[in-house]
């Protein structure tokens, strides 16, 4: 019996075929995305300050919906708006009308995406906006569609030939619905000025996380930060250096402040046969920079980064007072690089 052979799908085109079908679908996008900006240049930026404008005044949250391709980017556009300061969450359209429409209240703006606005299952949400007097913005590419007859304002997206060649599989159009919404929800960030400490709230995990992550929550505190008094001898300052492992050595005054800081750097400048014996007051740096437990994690590393010379470890503190110690492994394995 002969063995049998998975079979093998022929290839329809070359690796350089695959590469100008990429292309011709990234021209697509691109031109429909320049439609946008220059549509926005004209009617539609009328129509994009009052969706923003209405949407900042409202009091409940924002309703963002849609069906099929034009439903995944509406959830996206909720997610993005919610996790810059505008609370929102997507509502499926079709699911609105079976008991969702309760998740809608009359102090709620609706964003209803729908490319043609003819979907017959966006009727029941429609309906209920009007009865309701809740404001909708309709995200369509006709003012005329049924939706876009109903909607409070229309942001009415150019028409752009999708990259199917075929024209049909929503593509640019998609593309297009996702630009118009990452702009409504950097506009609504930058009217209120969201901050980085805010958004840092709304992501506590991942690479995102892990970049607006603060210096406290990452700095050695108590008995890990090595500290030395004004008048200790340098043989004591070696030793605290060493088991401590940080290369350097804080250096404190009467009253518990700030006085100096000795590094490696310190010893080689005065390194000489008594330097054993000497005082840290002689050895050691006056007035060193430190950082507050409340910088971005992001900031500091710019400071290391910046830093001339070059340190690889900072010293935290609340005034003058030593409060802990960082270094540039503590960001790097916290992610944040």
């Known amino acids: 019996m002969a063995n ?148 409070r304002i229309v942001l009415e997206l150019p028409k752009a030939r999708e990259a199917c060649p075929h024209n049909l599989a929503p593509t640019t159009s998609s593309l297009m619905q996702a630009a118009i919404g990452d702009a409504i929800a950097i506009a609504l960030l930058e009217g209120r000025g969201f901050t980085a400490l805010e958004f840092a709230n709304f992501h506590p995990g991942g690479k995102l996380g892990a970049m607006l992550k603060f210096v406290r929550d990452i700095m050695h505190t108590g008995e890990a930060i090595p500290v030395k008094p004004l008048g200790a001898q340098m043989s004591d300052a070696l030793v605290e250096m060493s088991s401590k492992g940080f290369g350097c050595v804080c250096i404190v005054d009467p009253s518990g402040d700030i006085a100096g800081i000795i590094t490696d750097g310190d010893l080689r400048r005065h390194m000489r046969p008594d ?27 710019e400071t290391l980064n910046s830093s001339k010379p070059a340190v690889t470890v900072l010293i935290v503190a609340e005034g003058k007072r030593p409060v802990g110690i960082v270094h540039v492994h503590d960001v790097l394995r916290a992610g944040v690089a």
């Open 275 to 301: 330097l054993m014996t000497a005082l840290v007051d002689e050895v050691m740096t006056k007035n060193p920079r430190t950082i507050a437990p409340g910088m971005l994690a992001t900031e500091m590393l």
């Open 4 to 151: 049998s052979k998975p079979l093998m799908a022929k290839s329809s085109g070359t690796a350089a075929d695959a590469v100008q079908s990429a292309l011709r679908t990234l021209d697509a996008g691109i031109s429909g995305v320049s439609a946008l900006t220059a549509a926005l240049q004209g009617p539609l930026g009328v129509a994009f300050a009052d969706t923003v404008d209405i949407i900042r005044n409202a009091k409940g949250r924002v309703i963002v919906t849609g069906l099929g391709k034009s439903g995944h980017v509406a959830r996206k556009i909720a997610a993005t708006l919610a996790s810059t300061g505008t609370p929102a969450f997507f509502v499926h359209a079709a699911e609105a009308g079976h008991g969702d429409l309760g998740m809608i209240t009359p102090d709620d703006v609706i964003i209803a995406l729908s490319w043609s606005g003819e979907q017959p299952e966006m009727k029941n949400l429609v309906n209920y906006s009007s009865r309701f007097a809740i404001p909708m913005i309709a995200v369509t590419s006709s003012a005329t569609s049924s939706l876009g007859e109903a909607a």
